[in-house]
């Protein structure tokens, strides 16, 4: 199973993605798939404990609901994919 996690920020070559959904992803055993402009970049279950870079030092007021959550950085590495021949 995947969750997939459409990305609109890009911050010094990271992703910041709320940690509940790492959470809920970990617990799940899903992988993440980010998805920004149809780059897509992957990170299988197993691994995503490895790849995470960084942990916000204060939790943000989410846009939706008046949950507080932590944002957990990844560094953006998309699937580069080569559509045609040069």
Known sequence: ??????INTIWQGKVGIREKQVLKALENK???LFVRRGEKMLIPYQFITNRIV??????FLDRFS???HYLMY???KPTIIQKSLI
């Open 1 to 6: 199973m995947v969750k997939r996690i459409r």
């Open 30 to 32: 899903q992988d993440l």
């Open 54 to 59: 960084g942990k916000s030092k204060e939790s």
């Open 66 to 68: 008046n949950e507080r």
């Open 74 to 76: 990844f560094d953006w």
